[in-house]
């Protein structure tokens, strides 16, 4: 199955904006709220960042927001702090496949 | 602690057997759906296969037939059998513990590098 479209890489300003899609279709990410999004530090693990489309685990940043609008799934990350660079990706219960999770490309962001 | 911590990696020739172990601490493996995520150098994540707490097993289509998912409940651990490994099977792989059933992932272990080459 195709992997969920994201850009390859955004930037921002320490202290600015930045929101990063996510595109899949109507049997994954537009379909279901089972969206979630990761962060990952070089040479580290991913980490749990949302779920359920816009749901925050216990100790993460409200800094980091997410929702969704049809096929497509943005995460805002507000107040850009240096320690934000990393990959991110967002990931979709998906019910095309027996294998029922999809993973995006991954997008780098860069805080300048 | 709830963690996991992967083991096994290695180089292999292609061709070759591995076997990754994912021990589990602080939860029960067989409890939860669990999932082996791979990662080529420089490259984004890959679902691989996963397992529900209820016993079923599925494959990405890349591996299906080569890997094999299991459980030992014994030692709360969980394993990725790996045979006829081939070239772009390289990557790190990673297993990790789905969280309330929402097909997202919040515990991941360190990860454990996986070599095919000769």
């Known amino acids: 199955q195709s992997a969920l479209t994201q850009p390859a890489s955004v930037s921002g300003s320490p202290g600015q904006s930045i929101t990063i899609s996510c595109t899949g279709t109507s049997s994954d990410v537009g379909g279901y709220n089972y969206v979630s999004w990761y962060q990952q530090h070089p040479g580290k693990a991913p980490k749990l960042m949302i779920y359920?489309?816009?749901n925050r685990p216990s100790g993460v940043s409200n800094r980091f927001s997410a929702s969704k609008s049809g096929n497509t799934a943005s995460l805002t990350i507000s107040g850009l702090q240096t320690e934000d660079e990393a990959d991110y990706y967002c990931?979709?219960?998906?019910?095309?496949?027996?294998?029922?999770?999809?993973f995006g490309g991954g997008t780098k962001l860069t805080v300048l | 602690e709830v963690q996991l911590v992967e083991s096994g990696g290695g180089l292999v020739q292609p061709g070759g057997s591995l076997r990754l172990s994912c021990a589990a601490s602080?939860?029960?493996?067989?409890?939860?759906?669990m999932i082996w995520v791979r990662q080529a150098p420089g490259k984004g994540l890959e679902c691989v296969s996963f397992?529900?707490?209820?016993?079923?097993?599925y494959y990405a289509d890349s591996v299906k037939g080569r890997f094999t998912i299991s459980r030992d409940n014994s030692k709360n651990t969980l394993y990725l059998q790996m045979n006829s490994l081939r070239a772009e099977d390289t990557a790190m792989y990673y297993c990790?513990?789905?969280?309330?059933?929402?097909?997202?992932?919040?515990?991941w272990g360190q990860g454990t590098m996986v070599s095919v080459s000769s």
């Open positions: 990790a513990r789905e969280f309330l059933g929402k097909r997202a992932f919040d515990i």
């Open positions: 602080g939860f029960t493996v067989s409890s939860n759906y």
């Open positions: 397992i529900y707490s209820g016993g079923s097993t």
């Open positions: 359920d489309v816009g």
């Open positions: 990931s979709s219960y998906t019910s095309s496949s027996t294998l029922d999770v999809l």
